[in-house]
């Protein structure tokens, strides 16, 4: 039984409809009657077929920082007292950075620019970790092509270039495998043009276009141990849920597929604890950690609503409540959930995927010949167990999203068919 929120109807505003995090908080405001608005510049998103949805609201892009800081002032000074609640990074640092002007006609719970940008950092939030004691894996941050030359002899090597931070890239990338030190000197300053950055966030962090190199563990694939939950100002309520990616696409550098619920680990939970105290961060968490043997090392921490946040809502930890509470000083609110969710079972397996696009990306890699039948059959019983999964897309009340979600891929296909044919044919 999840603890009911007894605030007046607050409207809630989100952004980035395409996002997970950002139709799971639709679904769950709009059932418990807030009006939801989504500010876009985009005319057609998952959100936009959600019944939850109450408005669209028309936006410049959240990437144009300055002109959606603008809209964002304008549309507060006309109608204020709407939460502000983030699902990506470029919408984190935002709210952050103009934090006191956006309070002014905002319900806001997000802590200041340094602590965002300390945690969607990865340098920096390495840097943190390795003062706490927290195992992080081995990475180097150069700034210059002598830094790099001169600590590409210290890699064990396959390693992988990595973005700094996803804050105002203009272009989304991933990382690179490389299998040696002359791949890596070779290959390096592509990525540096690949990892190109909105002229306002270098203009915060000169640094931030120089990619870090990390060892690459090739277990995260399907060994990623996650910890979401939500953390208040004074750090004295704290709950959580604990699951593991057990399937990403492309296999080697992706994004998670299939997710499974694990038992609490309390070293990961103290690592979390010690982590939100030293750089003052309160609000909505997700934390991933790579499982090296007996070790977690931290790999990234999400300050914000993220993707499969709809996982958390299903296993009764109403993250969205709590951060509409406090903002709105509701502080009881966090005692009630935090005494309550003591009874929550962590023992009991639950499972959680988009299972159409999993069909979808089984069937098109069994086909090349990248899975076998036999894994596909495999992960399709994973998947079907409805008394125990959740999905992001498809819910029995709500079922627009998902075949929005298909009309999507299928258009994607007649518009790039050579890109959608690599996407889901070729060996990732």
């Known amino acids: 039984m999840v603890a009911k929120n007894s605030l007046t109807k607050v409207p809630i505003m989100m952004t980035m409809g395409n996002y997970g995090g950002t139709l799971a908080a639709v679904r769950s405001y709009g059932k418990h009657s807030h009006p939801?608005?989504?500010?876009?510049?985009?005319?057609?998103?998952?959100?936009?077929?959600?019944?939850?949805?109450?408005?669209?609201?028309e936006s410049p892009p959240v990437e144009d920082f300055e002109q959606f800081f603008s809209w964002l002032m304008a549309y507060g000074q006309q109608k204020p007292g709407v939460f502000l609640y983030p699902s990506s990074d470029d919408m984190t640092w935002l709210i952050a950075y103009y934090r006191d002007q956006l309070s002014q006609y905002y319900k806001l719970y997000s802590p200041d620019v340094e602590t965002i940008?300390?945690?969607?950092?990865?340098?920096?939030?390495?840097?943190?970790?390795?003062?706490?004691?927290?195992?992080?894996p081995t990475t180097i941050s150069p700034i210059s092509v002598e830094e790099l030359e001169a600590q590409a002899d210290d890699?064990?090597?396959?390693?992988?270039?990595?973005?700094?931070?996803?804050?105002g890239m203009i272009r989304r990338q991933k990382g690179q495998v490389c299998e040696s030190r002359e791949q890596l000197l070779d290959i390096y300053p592509a990525y540096q043009q690949k990892f190109c950055y909105h002229p306002f966030l270098i203009g915060f962090d000169s640094d931030v276009s120089w990619p870090m190199v990390q060892s690459f563990h090739a277990s995260a694939g399907q060994n990623t141990y996650s910890v979401a939950g939500f953390v208040d100002e004074k750090q004295e309520i704290f709950v959580s849920r604990f699951s593991a990616k057990v399937l990403q696409f492309p296999i080697r550098v992706g994004v998670g597929l299939c997710f499974e619920s694990r038992p609490p680990n309390p070293k990961a939970v103290d690592y979390i604890k010690a982590l939100c105290k030293a750089v003052g961060y309160y609000g909505v968490f997700e934390v991933e950690f790579i499982v090296d043997g007996d070790q977690l090392l931290l790999m990234d921490f999400n300050p914000r609503f993220y993707g499969q946040?709809?996982?958390?809502?299903?296993?009764?930890?109403?993250?969205?409540q709590l951060v509409l509470a406090y903002a709105s000083n509701n502080y009881e609110y966090g005692k009630t959930v935090q005494q309550q969710d003591q009874k929550w079972n962590h023992n009991r397996v639950y499972r959680f995927s988009n299972r159409w696009r999993l069909w979808l990306i089984l069937t098109t890699q069994s086909i090349a010949g990248n899975f076998s039948w036999a894994e596909r059959r495999q992960w399709l019983a994973w998947s079907s167990q409805a008394d125990v999964g959740f999905d992001p897309v498809y819910t029995d009340d709500d079922p627009n999203p998902r075949r929005a979600d298909i009309k999507s891929v299928i258009k994607g296909g007649i518009k790039h068919p050579r890109s959608t044919f690599k996407t889901f044919f070729s060996n990732l």
């Open 155 to 167: 890699l064990t090597y396959p390693v992988l270039i990595k973005p700094r931070t996803q804050i």
């Open 309 to 320: 946040m709809a996982f958390e809502l299903g296993r009764e930890l109403p993250l969205d």
């Open 36 to 57: 939801t608005l989504l500010a876009t510049s985009i005319t057609s998103t998952l959100s936009h077929r959600s019944r939850y949805l109450s408005e669209a609201l």
């Open 117 to 136: 940008y300390a945690l969607l950092n990865k340098p920096k939030l390495h840097a943190v970790a390795e003062t706490l004691g927290i195992p992080v």
